[in-house]
């Protein structure tokens, strides 16, 4: 299953109690809370890139199954990780605490992050 598209943010859940416990400061928090974020794949075999536009800000990740790979965190920082597929169509990844799962079911992309007790999810659709 290929993750190659456009996805718009549809709904999220918990992202605000999820950003203050990453350490996200309240004006961040403020402004990303009712943005519409669009998520661009792009994927060639086992390679992706990602690019996250969030309003003005944008994250463009890079990485390749099975291998480390230094990564833009939420919080701006770089983390050093290893993004895994489960199935053909989950990306597993753990770092700094957070666990990332990004499932893919036709054209519904849903992430959750997960840090403690607290679960972000976030369901984009296809565009």
């Given amino acids: 299953m290929s993750f190659?598209?456009?996805?718009?943010l549809q709904s999220q859940e918990n992202f605000e109690s999820f950003v203050?416990?990453?350490?996200?400061?309240?004006?961040?928090?403020?402004?990303?809370?009712?943005?519409k974020g669009?998520?661009?794949i792009v994927q060639n075999g086992k390679h992706f890139k990602f690019t996250i536009t969030t309003g003005s800000k944008v994250i463009q990740n890079e990485f390749t199954l099975g291998e480390e790979s230094e990564l833009d965190s939420i919080t701006g920082e770089k983390v050093k990780t290893v993004v895994?597929?489960?199935?053909?169509?989950?990306?597993?990844?753990t770092f700094?605490?957070?666990?990332?799962?990004?499932?893919?079911n036709g054209d519904t992309l849903t992430?959750?992050?997960?840090?403690?007790?607290i679960v972000f999810k976030r369901i984009s659709k296809r565009i």
């Fill in 84 to 93: 895994n597929l489960e199935g053909n169509n989950k990306l597993v990844t």
């Fill in 96 to 104: 700094k605490g957070i666990k990332s799962v990004t499932e893919l």
């Fill in 38 to 40: 669009v998520t661009e």
């Fill in 111 to 117: 992430s959750i992050l997960t840090v403690g007790d």
């Fill in 4 to 8: 190659s598209g456009k996805y718009q």
């Fill in 20 to 35: 203050k416990a990453i350490g996200l400061p309240d004006d961040l928090i403020q402004k990303g809370k009712d943005i």
